[in-house]
Protein backbone atom coordinates (compact mmCIF):
# COMPACT_ATOMS: atom_id res chain seq x y z
CA UNK A 1 0.00 0.00 0.00
CA UNK A 2 2.76 2.58 0.95
CA UNK A 3 6.11 2.70 -0.50
CA UNK A 4 6.88 -0.77 -1.56
CA UNK A 5 3.52 -1.76 -2.76
CA UNK A 6 3.22 0.83 -4.77
CA UNK A 7 6.31 0.62 -6.45
CA UNK A 8 5.11 -2.22 -9.23
CA UNK A 9 6.20 -2.12 -12.75
CA UNK A 10 6.44 -4.05 -15.60
CA UNK A 11 5.69 -4.51 -19.27
CA UNK A 12 1.75 -4.30 -20.21
CA UNK A 13 0.14 -7.06 -19.21
CA UNK A 14 -3.22 -7.74 -17.30
CA UNK A 15 -4.13 -6.06 -14.51
CA UNK A 16 -6.64 -8.27 -12.65
CA UNK A 17 -5.79 -9.60 -9.38
CA UNK A 18 -9.28 -10.52 -8.32
CA UNK A 19 -8.98 -14.42 -7.88
CA UNK A 20 -8.76 -16.76 -5.42
CA UNK A 21 -5.65 -18.34 -4.01
CA UNK A 22 -4.77 -21.49 -6.04
CA UNK A 23 -1.46 -23.12 -5.04
CA UNK A 24 0.53 -22.96 -1.90
CA UNK A 25 4.11 -23.32 -2.49
CA UNK A 26 6.22 -26.24 -2.14
CA UNK A 27 9.88 -26.78 -0.77
CA UNK A 28 12.89 -27.04 -0.57
CA UNK A 29 13.69 -23.63 -2.09
CA UNK A 30 16.88 -22.10 -2.44
CA UNK A 31 17.18 -19.61 0.24
CA UNK A 32 20.53 -17.54 -1.52
CA UNK A 33 17.58 -17.29 -4.17
CA UNK A 34 15.41 -16.11 -1.71
CA UNK A 35 17.16 -13.42 -0.01
CA UNK A 36 18.67 -12.12 -3.73
CA UNK A 37 14.65 -11.60 -4.38
CA UNK A 38 13.47 -9.59 -1.32
CA UNK A 39 17.20 -7.24 -1.59
CA UNK A 40 15.53 -6.23 -5.25
CA UNK A 41 12.26 -5.63 -3.85
CA UNK A 42 13.20 -4.00 -0.72
CA UNK A 43 15.03 -1.37 -3.24
CA UNK A 44 11.93 -1.15 -5.76
CA UNK A 45 10.00 2.27 -5.06
CA UNK A 46 7.98 5.32 -7.03
CA UNK A 47 10.49 7.29 -8.63
CA UNK A 48 10.07 10.51 -7.33
CA UNK A 49 7.45 11.96 -5.17
CA UNK A 50 3.51 11.37 -5.42
CA UNK A 51 -0.10 12.14 -4.72
CA UNK A 52 -3.03 9.57 -4.82
CA UNK A 53 -7.01 10.34 -3.82
CA UNK A 54 -8.57 7.28 -2.42
CA UNK A 55 -11.48 5.88 -0.38
CA UNK A 56 -12.00 3.31 2.36
CA UNK A 57 -14.51 1.17 1.82
CA UNK A 58 -15.58 0.07 5.57
CA UNK A 59 -17.49 -3.77 5.01
CA UNK A 60 -18.04 -5.41 8.60
CA UNK A 61 -19.78 -8.79 8.76
CA UNK A 62 -22.61 -7.39 10.68
CA UNK A 63 -24.00 -4.02 10.64
CA UNK A 64 -23.90 -0.95 7.79
CA UNK A 65 -20.99 0.02 5.44
CA UNK A 66 -19.85 3.44 5.20
CA UNK A 67 -16.90 4.87 2.85
CA UNK A 68 -14.59 7.08 4.23
CA UNK A 69 -11.99 9.33 1.40
CA UNK A 70 -8.56 10.59 2.16
CA UNK A 71 -5.14 11.68 0.24
CA UNK A 72 -1.73 10.73 0.37
CA UNK A 73 1.56 12.17 -0.43
CA UNK A 74 4.98 9.62 -0.69
CA UNK A 75 8.15 10.21 -1.00
CA UNK A 76 11.04 8.28 -1.02
CA UNK A 77 12.76 9.31 2.21
CA UNK A 78 16.13 8.10 3.09
CA UNK A 79 15.42 5.53 5.55
CA UNK A 80 12.37 4.00 3.59
CA UNK A 81 8.97 5.66 2.26
CA UNK A 82 7.53 8.30 3.83
CA UNK A 83 3.55 8.78 3.47
CA UNK A 84 1.26 11.28 4.46
CA UNK A 85 -2.16 10.72 5.14
CA UNK A 86 -5.52 12.78 5.59
CA UNK A 87 -8.68 11.32 6.35
CA UNK A 88 -11.69 13.92 7.66
CA UNK A 89 -9.78 15.45 10.56
CA UNK A 90 -7.13 13.28 10.76
CA UNK A 91 -3.55 12.89 9.78
CA UNK A 92 -0.68 10.38 9.46
CA UNK A 93 2.80 10.75 8.75
CA UNK A 94 4.22 7.02 8.13
CA UNK A 95 8.15 5.62 7.91
CA UNK A 96 8.64 2.64 6.36
CA UNK A 97 11.80 0.98 6.42
CA UNK A 98 13.95 -0.99 9.11
CA UNK A 99 13.44 1.12 11.76
CA UNK A 100 9.84 2.24 11.00
CA UNK A 101 7.76 5.14 13.08
CA UNK A 102 4.65 7.13 12.76
CA UNK A 103 3.05 10.21 14.04
CA UNK A 104 -0.68 11.51 14.46
CA UNK A 105 -2.61 14.44 15.38
CA UNK A 106 -4.58 14.81 18.54
CA UNK A 107 -6.31 18.16 18.61
CA UNK A 108 -2.98 20.03 17.99
CA UNK A 109 -0.57 17.89 19.22
CA UNK A 110 1.78 15.14 18.04
CA UNK A 111 1.66 11.84 18.86
CA UNK A 112 3.80 8.79 18.04
CA UNK A 113 1.31 6.19 16.40
CA UNK A 114 1.13 2.83 17.80
CA UNK A 115 1.78 -0.34 15.00
CA UNK A 116 -2.46 -1.57 15.76
CA UNK A 117 -3.69 2.40 15.76
CA UNK A 118 -6.36 1.86 13.21
CA UNK A 119 -6.86 4.82 10.52
CA UNK A 120 -10.21 6.53 10.51
CA UNK A 121 -11.78 3.36 12.55
CA UNK A 122 -11.32 1.10 9.88
CA UNK A 123 -9.59 -2.15 9.07
CA UNK A 124 -6.78 -0.29 8.11
CA UNK A 125 -3.53 0.25 10.51
CA UNK A 126 -0.52 1.97 10.26
CA UNK A 127 1.11 -1.75 10.74
CA UNK A 128 -0.40 -2.85 7.64
CA UNK A 129 0.74 0.74 6.02
CA UNK A 130 4.21 0.55 7.41
CA UNK A 131 4.94 -3.00 6.25
CA UNK A 132 8.12 -2.93 8.34
CA UNK A 133 7.93 -7.24 8.19
CA UNK A 134 9.29 -6.55 4.35
CA UNK A 135 12.41 -5.64 6.16
CA UNK A 136 12.17 -8.57 8.64
CA UNK A 137 16.00 -10.70 8.48
CA UNK A 138 14.55 -13.94 9.70
CA UNK A 139 13.01 -15.10 6.82
CA UNK A 140 11.87 -18.59 4.73
CA UNK A 141 12.01 -18.67 1.64
CA UNK A 142 9.05 -20.93 0.33
CA UNK A 143 9.35 -21.57 -3.42
CA UNK A 144 6.60 -20.33 -6.10
CA UNK A 145 2.81 -20.11 -5.17
CA UNK A 146 -0.05 -19.31 -7.24
CA UNK A 147 -2.24 -16.97 -5.99
CA UNK A 148 -5.07 -15.69 -8.23
CA UNK A 149 -4.16 -17.02 -11.42
CA UNK A 150 -0.43 -15.59 -11.17
CA UNK A 151 2.67 -17.09 -10.43
CA UNK A 152 4.75 -15.46 -6.84
CA UNK A 153 7.30 -15.84 -4.71
CA UNK A 154 5.79 -17.07 -1.63
CA UNK A 155 8.04 -16.03 2.21
CA UNK A 156 7.27 -16.11 5.70
CA UNK A 157 9.08 -13.67 7.95
CA UNK A 158 9.50 -13.60 11.41
CA UNK A 159 9.71 -10.69 13.59
CA UNK A 160 12.53 -9.72 15.50
CA UNK A 161 13.12 -9.73 19.45
CA UNK A 162 11.94 -6.23 21.00
CA UNK A 163 9.57 -5.42 17.79
CA UNK A 164 5.90 -3.68 18.44
CA UNK A 165 3.23 -5.47 16.35
CA UNK A 166 0.05 -4.95 16.32
CA UNK A 167 -1.15 -8.35 17.71
CA UNK A 168 -0.04 -10.25 20.37
CA UNK A 169 -0.51 -12.82 18.74
CA UNK A 170 1.40 -12.60 15.59
CA UNK A 171 4.19 -14.82 14.53
CA UNK A 172 5.16 -13.89 11.44
CA UNK A 173 3.74 -12.54 7.95
CA UNK A 174 3.25 -14.38 4.81
CA UNK A 175 4.55 -12.35 1.81
CA UNK A 176 4.13 -13.43 -2.15
CA UNK A 177 5.30 -11.21 -4.56
CA UNK A 178 4.52 -11.75 -7.99
CA UNK A 179 7.02 -12.87 -10.14
CA UNK A 180 6.69 -10.52 -12.91
CA UNK A 181 5.14 -7.46 -11.40
CA UNK A 182 7.30 -5.86 -9.23
CA UNK A 183 4.39 -5.92 -6.62
CA UNK A 184 3.04 -7.83 -3.71
CA UNK A 185 0.24 -9.39 -4.33
CA UNK A 186 -0.36 -10.75 -0.93
CA UNK A 187 0.03 -10.84 3.06
CA UNK A 188 -1.02 -12.86 5.50
CA UNK A 189 -0.47 -11.93 9.06
CA UNK A 190 -0.14 -15.36 10.96
CA UNK A 191 -0.54 -16.43 14.52
CA UNK A 192 -0.47 -20.04 16.22
CA UNK A 193 0.23 -23.07 13.01
CA UNK A 194 0.81 -20.26 10.51
CA UNK A 195 -3.28 -19.60 10.53
CA UNK A 196 -4.10 -16.16 8.82
CA UNK A 197 -5.04 -13.71 11.31
CA UNK A 198 -5.55 -10.73 8.60
CA UNK A 199 -4.45 -10.19 4.53
CA UNK A 200 -3.80 -7.53 2.68
CA UNK A 201 -4.93 -8.93 -0.52
CA UNK A 202 -3.64 -6.96 -4.28
CA UNK A 203 -6.81 -6.91 -6.57
CA UNK A 204 -5.88 -4.72 -9.11
CA UNK A 205 -3.22 -2.32 -10.89
CA UNK A 206 -3.41 0.37 -12.91
CA UNK A 207 -0.84 2.02 -15.14
CA UNK A 208 -0.31 6.11 -14.79
CA UNK A 209 2.74 6.93 -17.58
CA UNK A 210 4.73 4.14 -17.14
CA UNK A 211 4.13 3.50 -13.51
CA UNK A 212 2.20 0.33 -12.25
CA UNK A 213 -0.36 1.65 -9.09
CA UNK A 214 -2.49 -0.85 -6.60
CA UNK A 215 -5.74 0.55 -8.03
CA UNK A 216 -7.93 -1.28 -5.12
CA UNK A 217 -6.71 -3.79 -2.35
CA UNK A 218 -8.52 -5.90 0.37
CA UNK A 219 -7.28 -5.58 4.38
CA UNK A 220 -9.72 -8.63 5.70
CA UNK A 221 -9.63 -9.44 9.52
CA UNK A 222 -10.28 -13.16 9.31
CA UNK A 223 -11.50 -12.80 13.41
CA UNK A 224 -13.71 -10.22 12.85
CA UNK A 225 -14.41 -11.27 9.29
CA UNK A 226 -14.69 -7.64 8.38
CA UNK A 227 -13.13 -6.02 5.38
CA UNK A 228 -11.90 -2.60 4.43
CA UNK A 229 -11.24 -2.22 0.91
CA UNK A 230 -8.46 0.72 -0.31
CA UNK A 231 -9.65 2.44 -3.69
CA UNK A 232 -7.65 4.81 -5.54
CA UNK A 233 -9.70 7.41 -7.20
CA UNK A 234 -7.04 9.83 -8.26
CA UNK A 235 -2.92 9.54 -8.91
CA UNK A 236 -0.36 12.45 -9.84
CA UNK A 237 3.35 10.89 -10.32
CA UNK A 238 6.38 12.97 -10.80
CA UNK A 239 5.62 15.71 -8.62
CA UNK A 240 8.21 17.77 -5.80
CA UNK A 241 6.96 18.07 -2.20
CA UNK A 242 8.68 20.44 0.44
CA UNK A 243 10.83 18.22 2.79
CA UNK A 244 8.77 19.61 5.65
CA UNK A 245 5.50 18.14 4.92
CA UNK A 246 7.39 15.17 5.27
CA UNK A 247 8.09 16.06 9.01
CA UNK A 248 5.61 15.22 12.59
CA UNK A 249 5.71 18.99 12.87
CA UNK A 250 4.48 19.22 9.22
CA UNK A 251 1.09 17.79 10.10
CA UNK A 252 -0.30 20.33 12.12
CA UNK A 253 -0.19 22.50 9.30
CA UNK A 254 -2.42 21.99 5.49
CA UNK A 255 -0.71 19.39 3.16
CA UNK A 256 0.09 21.08 -0.09
CA UNK A 257 -2.09 20.08 -3.25
CA UNK A 258 -1.41 18.38 -5.88
CA UNK A 259 -1.49 20.22 -8.95
CA UNK A 260 -4.57 19.82 -11.34
CA UNK A 261 -2.69 19.19 -14.58
CA UNK A 262 -0.64 16.39 -13.54
CA UNK A 263 -3.84 14.30 -11.69
CA UNK A 264 -5.40 11.62 -13.60
CA UNK A 265 -8.46 10.44 -12.31
CA UNK A 266 -9.46 6.71 -12.68
Do not use: C
Request: proline share 8%; no cysteine.
Amino acid sequence: MVGLLLAASAPAQTDKFGQPLEKGASGPADQAEGARILSEFRQAQIAGDYWLSFELRVMPRKGAERTVTGALLGTPGTGGPLTRITIGDGAWLIETGPQPSAWTVNGDVVETAAPGQALADTGVTVFDLQMPFLYWKDFIYEGHARVRGRPTYSFILRPPAGQEVPLPELTGVRVLIDTQFQAMVQAELLGAGNTALKTIALLELKKVGEQYLPKSLDVRDHRTRAKTRFTVRAAALDLHWPAEAFTPAGLTTPPPAAPSDKVVRF
